[in-house]
């Protein structure tokens, strides 16, 4: 159980294109989804948690109208980096928590690697 | 100051050894304390989490929290060279956030 899935897995586009990503809890219902970001050798860098039916709460330095982030089931959330350049490029992961009062688990999707060129 | 230090590592092994993974970590109001681990090009995987002080094991791992000098460690026993990965403690508030430590990479060697 807990699975995680996130399309595409990995996806090039042309600077100036926009990159849409997609995040699924498979066999639970997520109450709350986190985005990460994560540089090589580098920890994950939470950009912005997600709660199902509100807008999302952005980690400071991320620019909300560059990354939109919409949650519109207790299933599904979606990140789109909008007008990409190449510093954009890099490993897009994201978390679900489970819909259960006091639980603290997140399960993290297998990741989405962005080239941006 | 990062909120989660990690011992940066890497950290090479060979099959059988003890590894001892270790964090600090600032912020007191942290309450859990989680470790993951990170295959190549994957997303992390839950391997344990501890609340407060004390210790937890499972199977050959063992998470050790020090909340009197905000130390977290992890202990593989009989290290597998399918335990090759990196590792990442991280700290949890219950604002719902975590902290992720930067990481260590270990290989254990046949």
């Known amino acids: 159980g807990a699975v995680v899935s996130q399309h595409p897995s990995w996806v090039i586009c042309k600077s100036g294109t926009s990159v849409k990503i997609e995040c699924r809890s498979l066999?639970?219902?997520?109450?709350?989804m986190f985005w990460y970001r994560q540089f090589p050798k580098q920890s994950l860098m939470l950009m912005a948690t997600s709660n199902e039916g509100s807008k999302a709460t952005y980690e400071q330095g991320v620019e909300k109208d560059k990354f939109l982030i919409n949650h519109a089931s207790l299933t599904l959330s979606t990140l789109t980096v909008t007008s990409a350049h190449p510093e954009d490029s890099s490993f897009y992961i994201c978390s679900a928590q489970p819909h259960r009062v006091g639980t603290i688990e997140q399960y993290f999707g297998p990741g989405t690697r962005l080239t941006v060129t | 100051q990062k909120e989660v230090e990690q011992d940066p590592g890497p950290l090479s092994v060979p099959e059988g050894a003890i590894v001892s993974l270790n964090c600090t970590y600032s912020?007191?109001?942290?309450?859990?304390f989680m470790w993951y681990r990170q295959y190549s090009r994957k997303g992390p995987e839950l391997l344990m989490y501890?609340?407060?002080?004390g210790n937890k094991e499972d199977g050959r791992f063992t998470a050790q929290v020090d909340k009197s000098s905000k130390y977290i460690s992890l202990f593989i026993r009989d290290s597998q060279p399918s335990d090759s990965a990196t590792y990442l403690c991280a700290s949890y508030t219950n604002a719902g956030k975590s902290t992720f430590g930067d990481g260590t990479t270990l290989t254990v060697k046949p």
């Open positions: 066999d639970f219902q997520a109450t709350t």
């Open positions: 501890t609340y407060s002080s």
């Open positions: 912020n007191s109001a942290f309450q859990y």
